[in-house]
């Protein structure tokens, strides 16, 4: 297992690599000057100038690139022109707001579409089957954040159940930040008050992220039961009155779910994307906004070193993706 492990630890080393060196080809190729932006319109081309050659754009791009592999190789990731701070200590200040809420999506898809899944397929062409698979059509069609502005008019303006935007209210003291996940900061610190409040804005956001996401979930789950139903060794296992819900939950399920743990690896990086929009909308403090305001700035530091703290978070959940289907099926970790 440790040599697995291993394996798939040098094999985010090229991955990384690479999506440094394209979002850095990509950001040079948009037609905005970033000096000029950060001039202003007023500036005149002598100050644009300074400013190019301050920030080091008047170097070769492949010096540039170069320039920001080294930095990330001895962990600085630069002064970023959009806020004038450490771009990692932008990226450390958001980062946990926004795998709070990804995190909380993927959990919850997971937990509600597993047994979805399972149920669907056990209960085949009845009427509770077609209702699922209905929803999980619909789970797919419908756009993340046409739901999150009927969900906020809903229980937020109309219902005024939860709240409207924000990741805590503004009149809460904050427990002492040790994880920066608040549900976790507020239970270490004994502060019910704080767990609950921010639970209460989490829900809206999730729910958004989610519903796509569990219908995914469903619909992988149940076509990998519905194959291993059909298998010799279930029809053994019947004939041998194994109970149902061992048959089902102990046997049938762990021989089905290797295609449902992939797509959940696979899903996580769609939430990362989705947390963008979804963001903007519940206004979350999180990494969505900080990368849209570095794209409109054309802040190509903080751009580079978003993308690149997200991959890294992205590689390292697809590793205990790999590691999970080991433990699944044991003969994974043997391949070479």
């Known amino acids: 297992m440790l040599r697995f492990i291993a394996r798939r630890l040098l094999l985010v080393l090229p991955v990384l690599f690479g999506l440094v060196l394209l979002t850095f080809i990509l950001t040079r190729v948009v037609p905005t000057d970033p000096a000029a932006v950060l001039a202003g319109e007023g500036a005149s081309p002598e100050q644009v100038e300074n400013i190019r050659e301050k920030l080091g754009f008047e170097n070769p791009h492949w010096w ?31 980062l946990p707001a926004t795998l709070e809420l990804t995190f909380l999506a993927l959990l919850l898809s997971v937990v509600v579409g597993i047994p979805l899944g399972l149920y669907s397929a056990v209960h085949h062409n009845t009427w509770l089957d077609q209702l699922l698979r209905a929803v999980s059509v619909a789970g797919l069609a419908i756009a993340p954040f046409w739901l999150a502005i009927i969900l906020q008019l809903t229980f937020s303006m109309d219902l005024d159940w939860l709240p409207l935007r924000g990741r805590i209210d503004p009149n809460i003291v904050l427990p002492p930040t040790l994880t920066g996940f608040f549900l ?12 609950f409040n921010a639970l209460r804005h ?9 519903f796509g996401t569990v219908a995914t979930i469903v619909r992988f789950t149940r076509s990998g039961v519905l194959e291993t139903l059909q298998k010799d060794f279930v029809a053994y296992e019947r004939a041998a009155g194994y109970p149902r819900p061992i048959l089902l939950w102990k046997y049938v399920l762990r021989n089905s779910i290797i295609s449902t743990v992939t797509q959940i690896g696979l899903l996580f990086g769609s939430l990362l994307a989705g947390a963008v929009v979804i963001e903007a909308i519940f206004d979350w403090p999180g990494l969505g906004g900080y ?23 992205y590689a390292v959940l697809n590793i205990f993706v790999d590691v999970a289907h080991a433990l699944i099926d044991p003969r994974i970790s043997q391949q070479l």
């Open 64 to 94: 540039q690139c170069g320039n920001y592999i080294g930095q990330v190789l001895h962990g600085d990731f630069g002064i970023g022109y959009y806020t004038n701070r450490p771009v990692l200590e932008d990226i450390l200040y958001r």
């Open 291 to 313: 990368l849209v305001g570095a794209i409109l700035a054309s802040d190509y530091q903080a751009v580079v070193s978003t993308t690149l703290v997200i991959g890294l978070v």
């Open 202 to 210: 989490l829900v809206l956001p999730v729910l958004t992220l989610a």
């Open 184 to 195: 976790i900061d507020s239970l270490l610190a004994a502060r019910p008050d704080v767990f």
